[in-house]
Nanobody, 128 residues
Framework: VQLQASGGGLVQPGGSLRLSCVAD?????????VGWFRQAPGKEREWVSC????????YYVGSVRGRFSISRDKAKNQVYLQMNSLKPEDTAVYYC?????????????????????WGQGTQVTVSS
């Protein structure tokens, strides 16, 4: 399984970007939960959002709820993170991750150690 994240760039505060996470060498991508994480310089990697397998339930960290939206295009084997009203504190390298296994607790998707597959990261910089 290979994940490829793209769509990052430089944007002014208040602007928008759409990140994409495409999966190669994987069948039934919609059977995998896909999460987005980000890591700012000098900080720990933090969970941002997740879309569950099959039913597509979405989850967001509080700081992005209402501004970011995660979605899945099953036909294209892609998961998107639409980021609106971007703030300087959103600046980070964004990573997508996927996992298709069973998890025994309901908030597993916030834990980066629970994901088996990772993309390479894409830089998002929000600055005027």
């Amino acid at each position: 399984v290979q994940l490829q994240a793209s769509g990052g760039g430089l944007v002014q505060p208040g602007g928008s970007l759409r990140l994409s996470c495409v999966a190669d060498r994987i069948q039934d991508y919609d059977y995998y939960a896909v999460g987005w994480f980000r890591q700012a310089p000098g900080k720990e990697r933090e969970w941002v959002s997740c879309i569950s397998s099959r039913e597509g339930t979405t989850y967001y960290v509080g700081s992005v709820r209402g501004r970011f939206s995660i979605s899945r295009d099953k036909a294209k084997n892609q998961v998107y993170l639409q980021m609106n009203s971007l703030k300087p504190e959103d600046t980070a390298v964004y990573y997508c991750a996927a996992d298709g296994s069973y998890h025994s607790y309901t908030t597993w998707y916030k834990d980066r150690d629970e994901y088996a597959y990772w993309g390479q990261g894409t830089q998002v910089t929000v600055s005027s």
